[in-house]
């Protein structure tokens, strides 16, 4: 019972990090940056709404009618300037390693390195719940859930039946075929990228609803969100809620039954097994990835 | 260059050491002291990291996993059983380097692992131990662990006195094994797995043997290091050793160093050392992280080679620019004292090593354009007219090997090969004597680089076998099966970008058959190099030679390797007529050595000059197997090359 309850419970909180990994997916797999400061802007995100919601009283979901145009900003520039400087897959590992740093540390030097938590009264969502049958759920997960739902459909969707969505998948496959047949690839990634850092600020925004947040909270998600990316296969945006559903269940599910210390054990190994057989993703047979 | 090398770090360290032991004679502050020690212990952890990851070119995320294992090992071997400090140095170490081992045993595994994932994984690695160190209580179970003070000399004033001598030793043993790792065989492996790993391993270098020691030796050093860490800081908690604060922080020293020399980490240490302490001083604390981020960020943009590389090529105006601010200054005396001014004096240099200046031109290490062309010998014209197929006494092809053709060299029995549903080849057959000059033809996906791939160990046969003078090939590593007597050349030339013309070929050489030592490698190398005219080239980088050039590099290389049979994978792809006749003529002088050849190639004129056989591959099967004229002739092979109509027509 209890199991099962954490089971469930875990799989929405799955859908949290499925909305935190769908951005850095899908800009790894399509423009091929590795970005760690995807998990700065989340924080960012997150330390937005909170500060929005304290000071100006706006509904804490309703402030990401503010954060998302924000980040879209910042995305839209920092691919541009990748673009420009010519930084490729790996060096961006490094770059975005160090504006993650920057990230961290300058929201410390903002709001302290102590934990920030909205208030009941501006997070009305913190404290409610909706029981179905025996089992509880806090709104926030449900929240996140649903969000989650949404925005992988309909990343989906637009990847697989607009021309902008067909156009990113031409030039993930082959970039040269694909700017010769007239893909202006700068622009597509500058958009792509700018959507991703959106998706940031609904994560961080998710995030908030439901807990407390420290500048060092990143070094939290790193593991989870890039299992959750590695295990729904690079780029695949359908995958990506898949994996988050698996991750947050058996998380939860060690949690319960073992020990809350013991999950990111159970977690890692799990990476570490999926990289060794299934490198390219739990819906991709590793044949077919290899070529 | 070896003993003087070492010899250098026994002095510099009796001369550190003498720092320590006379430190009140000298009327040195204790400040400069634990100042160095830090200095020490950064310049070992970014020396350990930058053996795998500066060498070889794979990032490492968890260094904080050696540094905790290490500082783990000391705490609760020292603070709960009451084992001597000096006894968990040692034990610290080896264990660091059996999780090293561990980790590089799963990650190497995969052949096609890529860097990125490889730097994913061992982000990974110290978040697992975090885990199993909160939970379990023999451990630390979340409360930390207490580190003993180490028992020290009477002849040593203070503690801190001892630990700088401690993380002196340390630091300088992790230089001097990262300075004899560069100069021997070890180091020139590490480099080709940085600069084209499946190349190096087709050349013959046991490149998962070279990463385990690689990852080993970071391990070893990073544990023995960690344990200091734990006196140092005198409590062991999860989160002082296992976050993401030593990785950044030897990432950014190494980086900012230079990863390809033993000095760039040294170097990066001690300024970003330096700049922290400063920062702090100056009541800057919260700045130090985003210092530190920016360094990286900007660096890998801007000069992702470091400091080091570009110290030697401006060394004089570092040191002046290094005197002159550090001395004015000290003249002025307005702000700060003589360790602000030091530190002024070095950002001054390291601005002056990086500021973006004109790199050489590619043209000014090459050699003089009269000497680029290589003067054809007469019997190079011979050739040449020989292979172009209109003139001379050779005229009549394949003459040289003909009736010579020996004992079966290659033996396929039925190898089979899918690729997911596809079969890419299917059942082949094919038997190749030494001797022979052996055309491997077909359409474009026939199979015939799937069959290349297969012979040289790239990839392994789904069912069927494969022999090479006898020996069962399939299974071996790639290196193992470079060993049996296998080359090949790619068809996108791959060399060793780091390395000179002259060193790509030695670096075959050197892992050879029977293995040779640097100097010896080098002048071999020449000979090889001579028989595709490069040696006009020996000194320049592979960045600096043109395709062509770059294609006969590939074809020094493989023959350096003394095979029995060479695969020549559409060796002569994007070359135009001239290019093209000059290369035939390099073929037929390898083959004239008496290597097997194997030549993958489009151009059926240059099948027709080259080949005593002709193989074709069609849809991944045998399609014909005879001499050039007969196979040529074959119905089925211009049905398959022309189409059925061409052949209807032509017949």
Same mark, same amino acid.
């Given at each position: 019972?209890?199991?099962?309850?954490?089971?469930?419970?875990?799989?929405?909180?799955?859908?949290?990090?499925?909305?935190?990994?769908? !951005?850095?997916?899908?800009?790894?797999?399509?423009?091929?940056?590795?970005?760690?400061?995807?998990?700065?802007?989340?924080?960012?995100?997150?330390?937005?709404?909170?500060?929005?919601?304290?000071?100006?009283?706006?509904?804490?979901?309703?402030?990401?009618?503010?954060?998302?145009?924000?980040?879209?900003?910042?995305?839209?520039?920092?691919?541009?300037?990748?673009?420009?400087?010519?930084?490729?897959?790996?060096?961006?590992?490094?770059?975005?390693?160090?504006?993650?740093?920057?990230?961290?540390?300058?929201?410390?030097?903002?709001?302290?390195?102590?934990?920030?938590?909205?208030?009941?009264?501006?997070?009305?969502?913190?404290?409610?719940?909706?029981?179905?049958?025996?089992?509880?759920?806090?709104?926030?997960?449900?929240?996140?859930?649903?969000?989650?739902?949404?925005?992988?459909?309909?990343?989906?969707?637009?990847?697989?039946?607009?021309?902008?969505?067909?156009?990113?998948?031409?030039? %993930?496959?082959?970039?040269?075929?694909?700017?010769?047949?007239?893909?202006?690839?700068?622009?597509?990634?500058?958009?792509?990228?700018?959507?991703?850092?959106?998706?940031?600020?609904?994560?961080?925004?998710?995030? %908030?609803?439901?807990? %407390?947040?420290?500048?060092?909270?990143?070094?939290?998600?790193? !593991?989870?969100?890039?299992?959750?990316?590695?295990?729904? !296969?690079?780029?695949?945006?359908?995958?990506?809620?898949?994996?988050?559903?698996?991750? !947050?269940?058996?998380?939860?599910?060690?949690?319960?039954?073992?020990?809350?210390?013991?999950?990111?054990?159970?977690?890692?190994?799990?990476?570490?097994?999926?990289?060794?057989?299934?490198?390219?993703?739990?819906?991709?047979?590793?044949?077919?990835?290899?070529? | 260059?070896?003993?003087?090398?070492?010899?250098?770090? *026994?002095?510099?360290?009796?001369?550190?050491?003498?720092?320590?032991?006379?430190?009140?004679?000298?009327? /040195?502050?204790?400040?400069?002291?634990?100042?160095?020690?830090?200095?020490?212990?950064?310049?070992?952890?970014?020396?350990?990291?930058?053996?795998?990851?500066?060498?070889?070119?794979?990032?490492?995320?968890?260094?904080?996993?050696?540094?905790?294992? $290490?500082?783990?090992?000391?705490?609760?071997?020292?603070?709960?059983?009451?084992?001597?400090?000096?006894?968990?140095?040692?034990?610290?170490?080896?264990?660091?380097?059996?999780?090293?081992?561990?980790?590089?045993?799963?990650?190497?595994?995969?052949?096609?692992?890529?860097?990125?994932?490889?730097?994913?994984?061992?982000?990974?690695?110290?978040?697992?131990?975090?885990?199993?160190?909160?939970?379990?209580?023999?451990?630390?179970?979340?409360?930390?662990?207490?580190?003993?003070?180490?028992?020290?000399?009477?002849?040593?004033?203070?503690?801190?006195?001892?630990?700088?001598?401690?993380?002196?030793?340390?630091?300088?043993?992790?230089?001097?094994?990262?300075?004899?790792?560069?100069?021997?065989?070890?180091?020139?492996?590490?480099?080709?797995?940085?600069?084209?790993?499946?190349?190096?391993? $087709?050349?013959?270098?046991?490149?998962?043997?070279?990463?385990?020691?690689?990852?080993?030796?970071?391990? /070893?050093?990073?544990?023995?290091?960690?344990?200091?860490?734990?006196?140092?800081?005198?409590?062991?908690?999860?989160?002082?050793?296992?976050?993401?604060?030593?990785?950044?922080?030897?990432?950014?020293?190494? *980086?900012?160093?230079?990863?390809?020399?033993?000095?760039?980490?040294?170097?990066?240490?001690?300024?970003?050392?330096?700049? @922290?302490?400063?920062?702090?001083?100056?009541?800057?604390?919260?700045?130090?992280?985003?210092?530190?981020?920016?360094?990286?960020?900007?660096?890998?943009?801007?000069?992702?080679?470091?400091?080091?590389?570009?110290?030697?090529?401006?060394?004089?105006?570092?040191?002046?620019?290094?005197?002159?601010?550090?001395?004015?200054?000290?003249?002025?005396?307005?702000? =700060?004292?003589?360790?602000?001014?030091?530190?002024?004096?070095?950002?001054?240099?390291?601005?002056?090593?990086?500021?973006?200046?004109?790199?050489?031109?590619?043209?000014?290490?090459?050699?003089?354009?009269?000497?680029?062309?290589?003067?054809?010998?007469?019997?190079?014209?011979?050739?040449?007219?020989?292979?172009?197929?209109?003139?001379?006494? @050779?005229?009549?092809?394949?003459?040289?090997?003909? $009736?010579?053709?020996?004992?079966?060299?290659?033996?396929?029995?039925?190898?089979?090969?899918?690729?997911?549903?596809?079969?890419?080849?299917?059942?082949?057959?094919?038997?190749?004597?030494?001797?022979?000059? *052996?055309?491997?033809?077909?359409?474009?996906?026939?199979?015939?680089?799937?069959?290349?791939?297969?012979?040289?160990?790239? /990839?392994?046969?789904?069912? $069927?076998?494969?022999?090479?003078? =006898?020996?069962?090939?399939?299974?071996?590593?790639?290196?193992?099966?470079?060993?049996?007597?296998?080359?090949?050349?790619? @068809?996108?030339?791959?060399?060793?970008?780091?390395?000179?013309?002259?060193?790509?070929?030695?670096?075959?050489?050197?892992?050879?058959?029977?293995?040779?030592?640097?100097?010896?490698?080098?002048?071999?190398?020449?000979?090889?190099?001579?028989?595709?005219?490069?040696?006009?080239?020996?000194?320049?980088?592979?960045?600096?030679?043109?395709?062509?050039?770059?294609?006969?590099?590939?074809?020094?290389?493989?023959?350096?390797?003394?095979?029995?049979?060479?695969?020549?994978?559409?060796?002569?792809?994007?070359?135009?007529?001239?290019?093209?006749?000059?290369?035939?003529?390099?073929?037929?002088?390898?083959?004239?050595?008496?290597?097997?050849?194997?030549?993958?190639?489009? /151009?059926?004129?240059?099948?027709?000059?080259?080949?005593?056989?002709?193989?074709?591959?069609?849809?991944?099967?045998?399609?014909?197997?005879?001499?050039?004229?007969?196979?040529?002739?074959?119905?089925?092979?211009?049905?398959?090359?022309?189409?059925?109509?061409?052949?209807?027509?032509?017949?």
């Amino acid at each position: 019972m209890t199991t099962l309850q954490a089971a469930l419970s875990g799989a929405l909180v799955g859908g949290m990090f499925a909305v935190m990994a769908a !951005g850095l997916s899908l800009t790894w797999g399509m423009l091929r940056v590795i970005n760690l400061a995807h998990f700065g802007l989340i924080l960012v995100g997150a330390y937005l709404t909170f500060e929005l919601a304290t000071s100006w009283g706006i509904d804490p979901i309703l402030t990401i009618v503010l954060t998302v145009p924000l980040m879209f900003l910042v995305g839209a520039g920092l691919q541009w300037a990748f673009d420009r400087l010519g930084v490729e897959e790996f060096a961006s590992l490094l770059v975005s390693f160090g504006l993650l740093i920057i990230v961290m540390q300058t929201v410390s030097n903002v709001w302290s390195a102590d934990f920030q938590r909205m208030d009941g009264d501006v997070n009305p969502y913190a404290t409610e719940s909706v029981s179905i049958g025996r089992f509880v759920f806090p709104a926030p997960t449900l929240i996140a859930f649903v969000f989650a739902v949404v925005i992988v459909v309909a990343a989906d969707q637009v990847l697989r039946r607009t021309f902008a969505g067909r156009a990113l998948r031409a030039f %993930a496959e082959d970039r040269t075929v694909a700017s010769a047949f007239g893909i202006d690839h700068r622009r597509l990634g500058m958009v792509l990228a700018g959507l991703s850092a959106a998706s940031a600020a609904v994560a961080g925004m998710l995030f %908030a609803l439901g807990n %407390a947040v420290t500048p060092s909270t990143p070094f939290e998600w790193i !593991g989870m969100v890039f299992a959750v990316v590695i295990l729904g !296969g690079i780029g695949q945006v359908g995958g990506v809620l898949l994996a988050g559903v698996l991750v !947050g269940t058996l998380s939860a599910v060690v949690s319960a039954t073992w020990s809350p210390a013991l999950s990111p054990l159970v977690l890692f190994s799990a990476i570490i097994l999926a990289l060794l057989f299934r490198p390219y993703g739990l819906l991709t047979p590793a044949a077919r990835g290899a070529r | 260059m070896m003993a003087r090398g070492l010899g250098g770090f *026994v002095l510099a360290f009796a001369a550190l050491a003498a720092l320590a032991v006379w430190r009140e004679d000298l009327g /040195l502050p204790i400040f400069y002291l634990v100042l160095a020690s830090t200095a020490l212990f950064w310049i070992a952890q970014a020396t350990s990291w930058n053996v795998l990851s500066g060498y070889s070119g794979y990032f490492s995320f968890g260094q904080g996993a050696f540094v905790g294992v $290490g500082a783990y090992t000391t705490a609760v071997l020292g603070g709960r059983h009451g084992v001597d400090f000096y006894l968990t140095v040692p034990v610290a170490a080896v264990f660091s380097a059996l999780l090293a081992l561990l980790v590089g045993g799963l990650a190497f595994r995969l052949r096609s692992f890529r860097g990125e994932i490889f730097a994913l994984l061992t982000l990974a690695v110290p978040f697992i131990l975090a885990a199993l160190a909160r939970v379990n209580s023999e451990i630390d179970g979340g409360q930390g662990v207490v580190v003993p003070v180490a028992e020290y000399p009477e002849w040593l004033a203070q503690f801190q006195d001892f630990l700088y001598l401690l993380n002196l030793v340390v630091a300088v043993a992790a230089v001097a094994a990262a300075f004899a790792i560069q100069h021997t065989r070890f180091g020139w492996a590490l480099a080709s797995i940085r600069d084209a790993e499946d190349v190096a391993e $087709g050349l013959g270098v046991a490149t998962f043997r070279y990463k385990m020691l690689a990852i080993a030796v970071t391990g /070893l050093i990073g544990g023995a290091a960690g344990s200091l860490f734990a006196l140092q800081i005198g409590f062991v908690t999860v989160e002082s050793v296992f976050g993401l604060t030593i990785p950044l922080f030897v990432i950014v020293m190494s *980086v900012l160093g230079g990863r390809a020399h033993w000095l760039g980490p040294v170097l990066g240490a001690v300024v970003i050392v330096l700049i @922290q302490d400063r920062l702090s001083a100056s009541g800057f604390e919260g700045w130090n992280l985003i210092v530190l981020g920016a360094i990286l960020a900007v660096l890998v943009v801007v000069a992702p080679d470091g400091l080091q590389a570009r110290l030697w090529r401006r060394p004089w105006q570092a040191a002046v620019a290094l005197v002159a601010v550090t001395g004015v200054l000290a003249i002025v005396d307005g702000w =700060g004292g003589p360790l602000d001014w030091f530190v002024a004096g070095v950002l001054a240099a390291v601005a002056v090593v990086l500021w973006p200046g004109k790199a050489p031109a590619p043209a000014e290490r090459r050699p003089a354009p009269s000497a680029a062309v290589p003067v054809p010998t007469d019997v190079d014209r011979g050739e040449a007219a020989e292979s172009s197929g209109h003139s001379g006494p @050779q005229l009549r092809p394949n003459s040289t090997i003909d $009736g010579e053709v020996g004992e079966v060299l290659v033996e396929c029995r039925d190898v089979t090969r899918y690729f997911g549903g596809v079969r890419a080849l299917d059942g082949v057959s094919l038997q190749i004597r030494a001797g022979e000059l *052996v055309g491997l033809v077909g359409p474009n996906g026939s199979g015939k680089t799937t069959l290349v791939n297969l012979l040289s160990g790239a /990839l392994r046969p789904t069912s $069927g076998s494969i022999a090479v003078a =006898g020996r069962d090939i399939v299974g071996l590593a790639p290196h193992r099966i470079a060993h049996v007597g296998v080359s090949r050349t790619h @068809q996108i030339p791959k060399p060793f970008e780091s390395m000179t013309v002259r060193d790509n070929v030695a670096m075959a050489i050197m892992f050879g058959r029977s293995a040779r030592p640097l100097a010896a490698a080098r002048e071999e190398a020449q000979a090889c190099l001579d028989v595709v005219h490069l040696r006009h080239l020996a000194d320049a980088k592979p960045a600096e030679i043109n395709l062509h050039e770059r294609q006969l590099l590939e074809m020094a290389r493989a023959i350096a390797t003394k095979p029995k049979v060479l695969l020549l994978d559409e060796a002569l792809a994007g070359l135009n007529p001239a290019e093209i006749d000059a290369a035939v003529a390099v073929v037929r002088r390898i083959h004239a050595t008496g290597i097997t050849i194997v030549i993958v190639e489009h /151009l059926l004129r240059v099948v027709n000059q080259l080949a005593t056989r002709v193989v074709v591959l069609n849809q991944g099967a045998l399609l014909a197997d005879g001499d050039p004229r007969t196979v040529m002739n074959d119905p089925d092979v211009i049905r398959a090359y022309l189409g059925r109509h061409a052949h209807a027509r032509g017949t």
